[in-house]
């Protein structure tokens, strides 16, 4: 007997994309993924987490999960990618990398965009997908943003934090031709810390580069983020009531107004046949 797929592909409802990125380790890029992520489910959406650092996974690790397969098999073409995605009781849904596979980090870019392709094949079941890329400026995390709607650059006060968030935006701009980028200023000590921060690196692209940043926000350097980390659990979760959580429910809502494009950008994207599906708008007449 035939299967039958669980929804003709470019039929979904179209899905917004944040990729997650920071330029260095060590600022927080993937505890922001996480919480974002279920900061976005407590709010009502549909949220799949893509564990993008395909060599150096971590994101089951944050969140206590034991995922039975992981993108090395789909890349292997062993299973499918329905086939690893994980459920949590977050009520988000994990997509698990490899941890420790030097292979899975040296991916070419047709196995990149073969990857970002297999999203066309799920269900539609997610509205939105976010991407915690790896580190630095790998291929992955050019190939990742390249796919993504919004470029979430994570940075923190120190001066490494700022210059590789400067490179990194500078690489995406000049190579793959991304214009727009948000940054979120993590384990701050205060809004005007967080505001003088991105006016430093704004006022370096506004010299430098021809991009238009935006300011989404900022995390405190709360001391139940780090609490949350040693019991695996997230912030979110463990402590609700935290200023890091409401910080996140904040991003979490500015988010969820960010725009899903009309239609398809011209570079490969995540869920593109979605976009390309999506109807026209309907003018209607008022009675």
């Known amino acids: 007997m035939p299967q039958l797929s669980a929804l003709p592909i470019g039929m979904g409802r179209p899905v917004q994309v ?5 330029g260095k380790g060590g600022v927080g890029k993937t505890s922001v993924s996480v919480n974002l992520a279920i900061a976005l489910a407590q709010a009502g959406r549909e949220v799949l987490l893509l564990d993008g650092d395909l060599g150096l996974a971590n994101v089951d690790v944050l969140l206590g999960l034991t995922p039975k397969g992981t993108l090395e098999q789909v890349i292997k073409g062993e299973v499918q990618l329905r086939d690893v995605i994980v459920p949590t009781r977050h009520g988000v849904s994990v997509v698990p990398a490899a941890s420790g596979i030097s292979r899975m980090a040296e991916l070419s870019s047709v196995e990149h965009a073969a990857l970002i392709r297999e999203f066309n094949q799920l269900p539609d079941n997610y509205d939105v997908l976010v991407v915690d890329t790896a580190a630095g400026i790998a291929s992955s995390v050019r190939s990742f943003t390249q796919a993504a709607q919004h470029v979430l650059v994570v940075v923190r006060n120190e001066p490494a934090s700022l210059t590789d968030a400067y490179a990194l935006i500078k690489v995406l701009h000049r190579e793959h031709h ?39 926000g900022e995390i405190p350097d709360d001391q139940y983020l780090q609490k949350a980390v040693r019991t695996q659990r997230s912030v979110m979760e463990a402590f609700p009531g935290s200023r890091a959580s409401l910080a996140f429910k904040r991003l979490a809502k500015a988010a969820s107004g960010w725009p899903v494009p009309a239609g398809p950008s011209g570079r490969l994207e995540f869920f593109f046949e979605r976009l390309l599906a999506r109807p026209p708008a309907r003018l209607q007449v008022a009675k």
């Open 18 to 22: 944040i990729a997650v990125t920071g």
């Open 178 to 216: 991304i214009n727009s980028f948000k940054v979120l200023v993590n384990m701050t000590q205060d809004n005007a810390e967080a505001e003088g921060l991105f006016r430093r690196l704004q006022s370096v692209t506004d010299r430098y580069l021809n991009v238009q940043l935006s300011y989404a």
